[in-house]
């Protein structure tokens, strides 16, 4: 069955702590992102990296970190650094046709919740 | 860089009913239009998409139009249904990253 897992579904974090967000695929693509979505908000580009072992910030990158050292794996870490974490995290993958993004296929989310 | 702006940030229609979602994009290198649709908790999933040498393309009761001149591009569903309830994202992209628009609430009145 292929596709994309993120865990937790659910993440409670205490202020000043990090946290690390799972993301895996199974499609064998090369490509894979994190968005942050807010209530009544669009996605907006956190990370993202176009082959293993490279990532590249995308606009809201402060306070996060990632790695890339499988191709099926992208685990986002949220920092102390971010000032404000609560939010619905979405991670995705895309195959790369040259110069050109195609589809892109996301996970289930995980929902982050800072006490 | 790319900015896409999407109207109506929310849309109520009677069952049965069509539904119309536009989105305006700014970079004329964009060639790829992506429209999903994200049901509540869930991740969003592709529903349709379009690309630039293409002016329509239509899947079943779902289509999407394309005006490169105008530089705009709407979602088009027909004969609405309950289950098309959910908000609705329209994207652009000029190269290896998507722009999203804001996402429109879709409201199917029984």
């Known amino acids: 069955d292929g596709g994309i897992t993120q865990s937790p579904k659910y993440l409670f974090r205490k202020e000043g702590q990090n946290v690390t967000l799972s993301c895996e695929q199974n499609l064998n693509h090369d490509a894979m992102y994190w968005y942050r979505q807010d209530p009544g908000q669009g996605l907006r580009l956190i990370y993202y990296s176009q082959i293993v072992n490279d990532f590249q910030k995308g606009d809201i990158a402060e306070g996060y970190s990632v790695s890339r050292e499988k191709k099926e794996s992208f685990p986002l870490t949220v920092t102390s650094a971010q000032k404000n974490p609560t939010a619905f995290y979405l991670c995705a993958s895309s195959i790369i046709a040259g110069a050109n993004t195609d589809t892109q296929y996301f996970g289930p989310g995980t929902r982050l919740t800072v006490l | 860089g790319e900015n896409v702006e999407q109207h109506p940030s929310t849309l109520s229609v009677q069952e049965g009913d069509s539904a119309v979602i536009k989105c305006t994009y700014s970079d004329s290198a964009s060639n790829y239009f992506p429209w999903y649709k994200q049901e509540l908790g869930k991740g969003p999933q592709l529903i349709i998409d379009?690309?630039?040498n293409v002016g329509e393309k239509k899947d079943q009761r779902i289509a999407v139009t394309l005006n490169k001149t105008a530089k705009h591009f709407s979602l088009h569903i027909t004969e609405t249904q309950p289950e098309d309830s959910a908000v609705y994202f329209c994207a652009a992209s000029p190269d290896y990253q998507l722009i999203w628009g804001a996402g429109t609430k879709l409201i199917i009145k029984p």
């Open positions: 379009i690309r630039s």
